[in-house]
């Protein structure tokens, strides 16, 4: 799985690839670039404490998909593991993709309440697998 940012609308779309590879935008620089699949230990149907149980986002209301479907933008992403170890990925970060642990996905929708952001008309889901 890949997490990709839509540039300048704080918003990330998720893929799903063979293998992890260095993004196009990254061929020509003279940095080094490092990648680490954790694919493995969190999307195997064998039992491990890093298998995902629940992920809880944000699809856009201005969105012409839905969760789960092909070129989703979501405003963010948690990710719940079999242990009770969160993953958040909050793309709205000027830096990239944010990422944070448990309590984060609360967080910002409570940062966010009220407020007239992006976040605020989007519709919250939950997929349980």
Known sequence: ???????????????????????????DEEEEFALDSRGLDV???????????????????DSSTGAGE????????EFRFEDGWYLFADPGYPLGIRIGG???????LELNAGRPTALEPGTPFVWTP
Not at 1 to 27: K, N, S, Y
Not at 44 to 53: E, G, I, K
């Open 102 to 108: 448990e309590g984060a996905y609360d967080r910002l």
């Open 70 to 77: 092909p070129d989703t933008a979501y405003e963010c992403l």
């Open 43 to 61: 999307f195997t149907d064998a039992h491990s404490s890093l298998r995902v149980t629940r992920i809880r986002g944000v699809v856009p209301a």
């Open 1 to 27: 799985m890949e997490l990709v940012t839509v540039p300048d609308e704080g918003r990330m779309t998720v893929r799903f690839v063979a293998e992890p590879c260095i993004p196009e935008a990254l061929l």
